[in-house]
DNA sequence: ATTTAAATTCATCGCTTGTTGAATTGTCAA
DNA sequence: TTGACAATTCAACAAGCGATGAATTTAAAT
């Protein structure tokens, strides 16, 4: 019965191995996208299935749980991120030594990959920031996956950011990173709400503009609080 | 059938008129704490209607649908927050005249309120805190409520900061507002990341650490940012 | 050719959701 | 004292929730 040539509704697809776990994907790009506007608790599965083009039945089955999903939205990128902040870091040490990078440099390695990554062709980018501005913002997601995710590179980017301004106490560099994370968090979560604003002048989407002035705004502050 | 001896499970209670509507505040308070936690549809009324220890039909007696109630939250302290804010940078402008009034002071009118809520008796600052970080980084809430309830006093505060700073385009006023809000969000979300980031170092819940901290930094962006 | 495993749909489970109408009890003015 | 109204509980509603086991089809391994 089988081999009509109407595909089957139900059953393994006649795959070509090209849309191998393409399903897969989908379903992570489509979760991106409404965790991000909506949240863990606004997102149900059924209209994450829908918004796929995929049965229900199909996320469980790649991703497990609805919470096991929400984790691997959320760490899929974050490698991807803390790698490219990692060699950018890297490039401006070896382009500084024997120096110590200067702050500016090393909030723009921790800055540049985000607008990149936005500005880039790839939509889902645009998506895993505001997921990122959620996370980051909420007290139950927050401690978990933020710490789980990005503590490692907290640590390397404070290292640097000590030896750059050699007279601050600990205290003050993550008092200051924290306020780069929140400044940072909410510019790309991208609500559009500096458009209403500033009655239509600034742009959520000027990616350049924002990055343009938050560099300097960031160092900036560190040099205030960090040498005094 | 009534005057029993115990009072009766259904129907209008023996009111005192002291604790007329005392309920719907417990309402409120409940409410603020719980969207701040989970977000709007992290909170189901049945949990919302247990935590105010109150019947859940009384929610939609008091405050009619769930979405009302949210608006009905969010806007209660804002109205009191605004009216800190305003005055405080009024004070400001009287002692500094007939000089604009230096950017430290703009932004300690803007950011002290926050620390003396959060530091007051009354525990709902904090939350409200917290629901303020959601708001502000939601896609969906931020437009809506932030500028039904904020914009207002945006227009004073960057008018204030205009003339501190008279050689600012006011496209860099409103982005350095943006990365101020953005910061002062996240540090009073008290989410508890400084303190897993920090390895101990930072406490969340030590407001005057962050606050004086937090000024000159945002003082220093902005003078970097327009003052060029 | 047969068996095993992978990928998919479907139907359904037991619970929970926001909302509402009816019933009940108390207050206060006429 | 009667009647309007305010405040509360209770029970129920249709819809939707996350999860899963069974059935089905195809691909790969033997």
Redesign the pocket.
């Known amino acids: ?4 040539k109407t ?11 090209k ?6 994907e989908r379903i992570l790009n489509a979760a991106e996208a409404l965790f991000a506007l909506h949240g863990y ?1 606004g ?7 829908n918004a796929a ?10 991703f ?6 929400f984790d691997t939205v959320f760490k899929r990128r974050a490698q991807i991120l803390n790698e490219e902040r990692l060699t950018a870091l890297r490039a401006a040490q070896e382009a500084a030594t024997p120096n110590p990078v200067p702050v500016e440099k090393i909030i723009e390695a921790f800055l540049r990959p985000l607008e990149v990554a936005q500005e880039s062709d790839d939509e889902g980018w645009k998506n895993y920031c505001a997921l990122l501005a959620y996370v980051n913002n909420s007290a139950v997601w927050g401690p978990v996956l933020m710490s789980k995710h990005y503590n490692e590179l907290v640590d390397v980017f404070i290292e640097a950011l000590r030896q750059a301004l050699p007279k601050a106490a600990d205290a003050d560099l993550y008092w200051c990173y924290h306020y780069m994370s929140g400044a940072m968090s909410l510019t790309f979560a991208n609500t559009g709400r500096i458009d209403k604003m500033s009655h239509g002048l600034c742009r959520s989407d000027d990616f350049q503009a924002a990055y343009d002035r938050m560099i300097p705004f960031i160092a900036a502050g560190f040099r205030q609080v960090c040498e005094a």
Chains 1, 2 share one sequence.
């Not at 849309?19 to 897969?24: A, F, L, T």
């Not at 083009?53 to 790649?62: P, T």
């Not at 497990?64 to 999903?69: I, R, T, W």
């Open positions: 019965m089988s081999r009509s595909p089957a509704k139900v059953g393994r697809p006649r795959g070509s191995e849309d191998k776990s393409e399903r897969g608790d997102v149900t599965l059924r209209t994450l299935a083009g995929v049965d229900v039945a199909l996320i469980n089955y790649y497990g749980p609805k919470q096991q999903l």
